[in-house]
């Protein structure tokens, strides 16, 4: 479950965690822009810096850091993938150029990766929720979405809970090899499905018990307001992505070239 | 035996839920285990089947430390009834949920019908028993874990708020079938909120409170202590209560029972010639 | 005025069920009323709550037959949700009712589902929180307390939306004493000050029975007896069914068994106590 980790939100007070999630998503918008339009590894690398304080301003970096390494096995995937591809093509040659590309590809998953962990975990679903409805989105699609996002986490609540009210009668789920622990999983499978429905019901149950449905317009507890420190956010962001812009089409980027390789 | 040792116990949140407990609780003891709300009973208990393992310190039962085993391997020896019936119930009928710890464990067929009959019986959850548990109402839930973990009859058993919405004859049953296991040599560990249940069992009583275990005494002496008690949020039963409002009646303070109490006053009452007399 | 609850030749019986549920129940509640409803487990409690906010028939269906008015409005006729506007249900396991991220939030949902203006919710919020003691918790997510922790913000979220009837389903069954006794305290100024009705669901009747002003004992779907509290307490069939009397009756009757007869049976350690040293002078 730790993948999950990197998008599961974590309540703590910094100031990532006190901007408007809106900001939040246009400055992980920008980012994942950049990564798109660049391939060159100095602007990535320079994007992937530029990450670093954020992470650590938001306290965040032991959930990052589950998530960057539950993302390994992808990444590892992107890197080989292109080189190997990329050496067939080349008619078996390993050129700077395309270990320079491989690793490129590499990073920019990891920024991609980074910058939306860094908005989910900052961000929490109500909060989320609220910059939808004050879109002009109509609630039950925001509600549909927050629950959406919440379901993760609930789902491995849930099973958690079976797993546990199992073994304390007495499967064994903790023992064996691979397979057979897989293969004790299954028990695991129906009641859970039939427990998501339940709560599903009982979760409806509840909220019509408590109103929900009596007003077309429904109110929300908290507002969002777009503070000083969200507009000079935002204005950068925008001044960013068109620097960036015109840069792709103006500017020569320098290309590093890895010694005792053919460029 | 169930050994307790310098256990703290910190939430993934950050909640401190036990801090620093030290306990032993022998083969065939009777306890109760009180204290307010989130005073960490809950988060107890669930370290003795292995549920939890103590971020510090160590649980050991008969011997072996948690850590080193598995919780399916403790459960033969530690029945865990848990407070949330919702928690412990997943079988599509009743019948299969007392069924489910039988077979793991691996009773013989034969013996899975007896004990199965037996438990359904005992707890009047016969007319359930093709029924999914979840149609049932809160008391007969509650009915069901508890059959559950009956129904293998383990050497250690851990019951976290068995009483809840049970009316007061299931209580009687119930309670009279702790003592039978008890007298058995069972060990039986009781979480509750229900002091008047309590005060009907008269376990050891351990008081619990913010984590930290602030009484450990007979239920006489536990539950008279009305100062300690606060401080778990926690007040004597009703009879302690009277006792210790008359204490100048001449009257011994720390009663609990009402049969006692019946003897006493009685005494007080129609004996008050009596008394003049000797 | 009406009555907060009148309810006439109730018969239910939940979808696929032979049985009845609730067999030919009549029941006139008025309004200021605190009343308990007790009885064995399985008798059918939660049922009749569930009927008096519409949850039967709208949601569980099966077949319902008679009336059930409750603040002025018919059950069968109005949705779950503009009922919820008058009658304040609290659900037996306190975990089913909880779904928001953090306490505050779920505290709010059904004041946010009536439109009410941002300040009056807030203000209602806060006043809840208080009340039921659950502001420190207001962060936290409501999966991650304890037991008794959840049934005060299941509480607290209720009575936020001010409604005129509020029913509780064991309201105290993972309550600790203390909290028990704050919560009834809590309930009885809501019900004296502002004529709040009350209906109760509670097994153990020692902490409860001196807020009470009537009990109704429930048996296999039918009411079996329903009167003041003293007069139903001391009653030795409510006790032959398992209804658990507070210990001081119980002394009390052991007392008559045996040839002592005291004034009149006490149902709480201050009246035992007063009959007693009268007794004694
Ligand atoms: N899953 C969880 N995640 C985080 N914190 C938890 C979790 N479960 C319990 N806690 C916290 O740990 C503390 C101890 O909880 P525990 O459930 O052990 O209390 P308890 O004594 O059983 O209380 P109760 O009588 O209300 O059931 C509480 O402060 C509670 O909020
Ligand atoms: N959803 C349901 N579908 C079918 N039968 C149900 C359902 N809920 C409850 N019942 C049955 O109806 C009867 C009455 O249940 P109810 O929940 O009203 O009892 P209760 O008096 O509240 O008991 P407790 O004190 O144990 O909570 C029980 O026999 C129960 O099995
Ligand atoms: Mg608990
Ligand atoms: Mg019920």
């Given at each position: 479950m730790k993948v999950f980790e990197g998008l599961k939100f974590s309540r703590k007070t910094s100031i990532i965690h006190f901007l408007d999630p809106r900001t939040k998503f246009l400055v992980s918008c920008v980012i994942f822009l950049i990564s798109l339009i660049f391939s060159e590894l100095i602007i990535l690398s320079i994007l992937f810096v530029a990450q670093i304080p954020l992470i650590l301003l938001a306290k965040i970096q032991r959930e990052w850091s589950h998530s960057i390494r539950g993302g390994a096995f992808l990444i590892i995937i992107i890197l080989s993938t292109n080189l190997i591809f990329g050496y067939i093509s080349n008619n078996f040659q390993l050129t700077s150029r395309l270990l320079i590309h491989s690793i490129a590809m590499a990073f920019r998953f990891i920024i991609i990766t980074s910058s939306f962990s860094i908005f989910f975990l900052t961000t929490s679903p109500d909060n989320l929720s609220l910059a939808l409805e004050q879109s002009h989105i109509p609630y039950e699609f925001c509600f549909a979405f927050t629950t959406a996002v919440r379901f993760v986490p609930v789902l491995a609540n849930e099973a958690q809970t079976i797993i546990d009210a199992q073994r304390s009668r007495g499967?064994?789920?903790?023992?064996?090899?691979f397979l057979k622990r897989v293969r004790k999983y299954i028990p695991l499978l129906i009641p859970l499905i039939v427990n998501a429905i339940r709560r599903s019901l009982e979760l409806a149950e509840a909220m019509e018990s408590r109103a929900?449905?009596?007003?077309k317009q429904r109110t929300n507890i908290y507002s969002l307001k777009i503070k000083k420190a969200d507009s000079i956010i935002i204005i950068s962001s925008l001044i960013i992505i068109f620097l960036a812009i015109y840069s792709k089409f103006n500017l020569q980027i320098p290309i590093i070239q890895i010694p005792l390789l053919p460029p | 035996m169930i050994k307790v040792e310098n256990a703290f116990f910190t939430y993934p949140?950050?909640?401190?839920?036990?801090?620093g407990l030290n306990l032993e609780i022998q083969d065939g003891e009777f306890i109760g285990i009180m204290g307010e709300n989130g005073a960490g009973k809950t988060t107890l208990v669930k370290h003795f089947n292995g549920l939890l393992k103590p971020t510090n310190g160590s649980i050991y039962i008969n011997g072996k430390n948690?850590?080193?085993?598995?919780v399916a391997e403790l459960s033969k020896n530690v029945g865990l009834v848990f407070q949330n019936p919702d928690h412990q119930l997943f079988c599509e009928t009743v019948e299969e949920e007392v069924t489910f710890g039988l077979k793991n464990f691996g009773f013989a067929e034969e013996k899975i019908v007896e004990r199965t009959d037996w438990v359904l019986n005992f707890l009047e959850l016969e007319r359930y028993r093709?029924?999914?548990?979840?149609?049932?109402s809160g008391g007969e839930r509650k009915r069901v874990a508890l059959a559950a973990v009956l129904a293998?009859?383990?050497n250690i058993l851990v019951l976290?708020?068995?009483?809840?919405?049970?009316?007061y004859l299931q209580k009687e049953r119930l309670r009279q079938y702790i003592e039978q296991l008890n007298g058995q040599g069972r060990t039986v560990i009781i979480v509750t909120h229900d002091i008047e249940f309590i005060a009907e069992c008269k376990p050891r009583i351990i008081v619990l409170s913010k984590g930290k275990i602030i009484n450990y005494a007979t239920a006489k002496e536990a539950l008279t202590n009305s100062e300690n008690l606060s401080k778990a949020s926690i007040f004597p039963p009703q009879i302690a209560q009277l006792f210790t409002q008359i204490a100048?009646?001449?009257?011994?303070?720390d009663v609990i029972d009402v049969y006692e109490a019946k003897v006493l006053i009685e005494n007080l009452l129609k004996g008050g010639k009596r008394n003049e007399g000797v | 005025m009406s009555p907060a609850i009148e309810v006439r030749n109730l018969f239910y019986s939940y979808?696929?069920?032979?049985?009845?549920?609730?067999?030919?129940i009549n029941l006139v509640i008025e309004r200021g009323d605190f009343v308990v409803l007790t009885g064995p487990s399985g008798c059918g409690k939660t049922t009749l709550c569930r009927c008096l906010n519409g949850?039967?028939?709208?949601?569980?269906?099966?077949k319902f037959n008679g009336t059930v008015i409750v603040d002025g409005l018919s059950v069968k006729d109005h949705p779950i949700s503009a009922l919820a506007q008058h009658v304040g249900f609290v659900f037996?396991?306190?975990?089913?009712?909880l779904f928001a991220l953090s306490v505050e939030k779920d505290i709010a949902f059904g004041l946010e589902n009536l439109a009410l203006p941002r300040a009056e919710i807030i203000k209602r919020v806060k006043w809840a929180m208080k009340i039921t003691g659950v502001t420190e918790l207001?962060?936290?997510?409501?999966?991650?307390?304890?037991g008794g922790q959840q049934q005060r913000v299941a509480i607290a979220s209720v009575l936020a939306?001010?409604?005129h009837v509020m029913v509780l389903d064991e309201?105290?069954?993972?309550?600790?004493p203390m909290s028990s006794k704050q919560l009834f305290e809590v309930i009885q100024t809501l019900n004296k000050e502002t004529r709040l009705t009350i209906i109760l669901v509670e097994?153990?009747?020692?902490?409860?029975s001196p807020y009470a002003k009537r009990i109704i004992v429930m048996d296999e779907g039918k009411i079996i007896a329903d009167g003041s509290p003293r007069s139903i307490l001391s009653s030795k069939k409510v006790f032959s069914l398992g209804v658990g009397i507070p210990k001081v009756t119980r002394l009390y009757q052991l007392l008559l068994e045996n040839g002592?007869?005291?004034?009149s049976p006490p149902i709480s350690v201050k009246e035992l106590e007063r009959e007693l040293r009268r007794r004694i002078i």
């Amino acid at each position: 479950m730790k993948v999950f980790e990197g998008l599961k939100f974590s309540r703590k007070t910094s100031i990532i965690h006190f901007l408007d999630p809106r900001t939040k998503f246009l400055v992980s918008c920008v980012i994942f822009l950049i990564s798109l339009i660049f391939s060159e590894l100095i602007i990535l690398s320079i994007l992937f810096v530029a990450q670093i304080p954020l992470i650590l301003l938001a306290k965040i970096q032991r959930e990052w850091s589950h998530s960057i390494r539950g993302g390994a096995f992808l990444i590892i995937i992107i890197l080989s993938t292109n080189l190997i591809f990329g050496y067939i093509s080349n008619n078996f040659q390993l050129t700077s150029r395309l270990l320079i590309h491989s690793i490129a590809m590499a990073f920019r998953f990891i920024i991609i990766t980074s910058s939306f962990s860094i908005f989910f975990l900052t961000t929490s679903p109500d909060n989320l929720s609220l910059a939808l409805e004050q879109s002009h989105i109509p609630y039950e699609f925001c509600f549909a979405f927050t629950t959406a996002v919440r379901f993760v986490p609930v789902l491995a609540n849930e099973a958690q809970t079976i797993i546990d009210a199992q073994r304390s009668r007495g499967l064994e789920v903790e023992k064996g090899n691979f397979l057979k622990r897989v293969r004790k999983y299954i028990p695991l499978l129906i009641p859970l499905i039939v427990n998501a429905i339940r709560r599903s019901l009982e979760l409806a149950e509840a909220m019509e018990s408590r109103a929900f449905g009596a007003k077309k317009q429904r109110t929300n507890i908290y507002s969002l307001k777009i503070k000083k420190a969200d507009s000079i956010i935002i204005i950068s962001s925008l001044i960013i992505i068109f620097l960036a812009i015109y840069s792709k089409f103006n500017l020569q980027i320098p290309i590093i070239q890895i010694p005792l390789l053919p460029p | 035996m169930i050994k307790v040792e310098n256990a703290f116990f910190t939430y993934p949140s950050g909640v401190k839920a036990l801090e620093g407990l030290n306990l032993e609780i022998q083969d065939g003891e009777f306890i109760g285990i009180m204290g307010e709300n989130g005073a960490g009973k809950t988060t107890l208990v669930k370290h003795f089947n292995g549920l939890l393992k103590p971020t510090n310190g160590s649980i050991y039962i008969n011997g072996k430390n948690t850590r080193e085993t598995t919780v399916a391997e403790l459960s033969k020896n530690v029945g865990l009834v848990f407070q949330n019936p919702d928690h412990q119930l997943f079988c599509e009928t009743v019948e299969e949920e007392v069924t489910f710890g039988l077979k793991n464990f691996g009773f013989a067929e034969e013996k899975i019908v007896e004990r199965t009959d037996w438990v359904l019986n005992f707890l009047e959850l016969e007319r359930y028993r093709k029924s999914s548990p979840f149609i049932l109402s809160g008391g007969e839930r509650k009915r069901v874990a508890l059959a559950a973990v009956l129904a293998w009859d383990p050497n250690i058993l851990v019951l976290d708020e068995p009483t809840i919405g049970q009316d007061y004859l299931q209580k009687e049953r119930l309670r009279q079938y702790i003592e039978q296991l008890n007298g058995q040599g069972r060990t039986v560990i009781i979480v509750t909120h229900d002091i008047e249940f309590i005060a009907e069992c008269k376990p050891r009583i351990i008081v619990l409170s913010k984590g930290k275990i602030i009484n450990y005494a007979t239920a006489k002496e536990a539950l008279t202590n009305s100062e300690n008690l606060s401080k778990a949020s926690i007040f004597p039963p009703q009879i302690a209560q009277l006792f210790t409002q008359i204490a100048d009646l001449g009257l011994p303070k720390d009663v609990i029972d009402v049969y006692e109490a019946k003897v006493l006053i009685e005494n007080l009452l129609k004996g008050g010639k009596r008394n003049e007399g000797v | 005025m009406s009555p907060a609850i009148e309810v006439r030749n109730l018969f239910y019986s939940y979808p696929g069920a032979e049985k009845h549920t609730l067999e030919n129940i009549n029941l006139v509640i008025e309004r200021g009323d605190f009343v308990v409803l007790t009885g064995p487990s399985g008798c059918g409690k939660t049922t009749l709550c569930r009927c008096l906010n519409g949850l039967i028939p709208h949601f569980y269906g099966g077949k319902f037959n008679g009336t059930v008015i409750v603040d002025g409005l018919s059950v069968k006729d109005h949705p779950i949700s503009a009922l919820a506007q008058h009658v304040g249900f609290v659900f037996q396991n306190p975990e089913n009712q909880l779904f928001a991220l953090s306490v505050e939030k779920d505290i709010a949902f059904g004041l946010e589902n009536l439109a009410l203006p941002r300040a009056e919710i807030i203000k209602r919020v806060k006043w809840a929180m208080k009340i039921t003691g659950v502001t420190e918790l207001r962060e936290n997510a409501p999966h991650e307390l304890s037991g008794g922790q959840q049934q005060r913000v299941a509480i607290a979220s209720v009575l936020a939306m001010n409604p005129h009837v509020m029913v509780l389903d064991e309201p105290t069954s993972f309550l600790d004493p203390m909290s028990s006794k704050q919560l009834f305290e809590v309930i009885q100024t809501l019900n004296k000050e502002t004529r709040l009705t009350i209906i109760l669901v509670e097994h153990r009747l020692d902490l409860l029975s001196p807020y009470a002003k009537r009990i109704i004992v429930m048996d296999e779907g039918k009411i079996i007896a329903d009167g003041s509290p003293r007069s139903i307490l001391s009653s030795k069939k409510v006790f032959s069914l398992g209804v658990g009397i507070p210990k001081v009756t119980r002394l009390y009757q052991l007392l008559l068994e045996n040839g002592v007869s005291l004034d009149s049976p006490p149902i709480s350690v201050k009246e035992l106590e007063r009959e007693l040293r009268r007794r004694i002078i």
